[in-house]
């Protein structure tokens, strides 16, 4: 949606740490979440953040929330070809439970 | 445990014909969501059941959509006088609760839906 933007695609090599954008436009958000979606495959939620938080690491996941310039950036490291999908920020607003989306970033891992 | 799932998973149809689309639910989730997904694009939210009632259906481009949830467990998403531009995948989604935790919402693999 218009409240949440990613950039379209990212090319990295296997190995090498990615990182993937996220700005978003409303300061109430409560949580803010990444998800990943493959081929043929439901949305599968790999990690979130609530706004009070400003970083959260999980393994091979690095999540930086920057809630003054609301900005979201989520770091893969060691990234792996099966890592190569489409990956969505969204978040939660304060008054609700409804979740919106980015435009997601495209992926593509090569070896 | 089994996740939720969408009939059909594929749906072909013409203008101005009527579909229905279900979701079944993770059991025991209180809450349910349906999504419209457009090619190339992010899920867009249509409504949000809390139980049997729509708790925000804020989201739903015109009547022609209605969904229900009679019993608090499988849900319909109907669409009257299909329009080529609803052409998506449906996805639907369920979470435990609406409460205050960060609430994951399960999704299921979604209706492709194509209209002539």
């Known amino acids: 949606g218009e409240d949440v933007e990613q950039s379209l695609f990212l090319s990295v090599r296997e190995g090498d740490s990615s990182v993937i954008n996220c700005t978003y436009t409303d300061s109430s958000s409560t949580y803010l979440y990444w998800y990943k979606q493959e081929p043929g495959a439901g949305l599968q939620l790999l990690t979130y953040i609530f706004s009070n938080m400003d970083m959260k690491q999980d393994q091979r996941l690095t999540v930086l929330l920057n809630k003054k310039d609301k900005h979201l950036s989520l770091r893969i490291a060691d990234t792996q070809t099966g890592d190569s999908a489409i990956y969505f920020c969204a978040e939660r607003k304060a008054a609700g439970n409804k979740l919106t989306f980015g435009g997601g970033t495209r992926v593509l891992v090569k070896p | 445990g089994a996740g939720v799932s969408q009939t059909p998973s594929n749906k072909v149809t013409e203008k101005g014909k009527y579909v229905e689309l279900r979701c079944d639910p993770i059991?025991?989730?209180?809450?349910l969501y349906w999504y419209r997904q457009s090619l190339g694009q992010g899920p867009e939210f249509l409504i949000y059941f809390q139980g049997t009632g729509a708790a925000d259906d804020s989201g739903l481009p015109n009547d022609r959509f209605f969904a229900v949830r009679p019993e608090g467990s499988v849900s319909t998403l109907k669409i009257q006088r299909t329009e080529r531009g609803d052409s998506a995948v449906y996805l639907c989604a369920s979470s435990p609760t609406s409460g205050l935790t960060y609430n994951e919402q399960f999704f299921g693999p979604g209706t492709r839906l194509t209209v002539l």
């Open positions: 059991s025991g989730h209180t809450a």
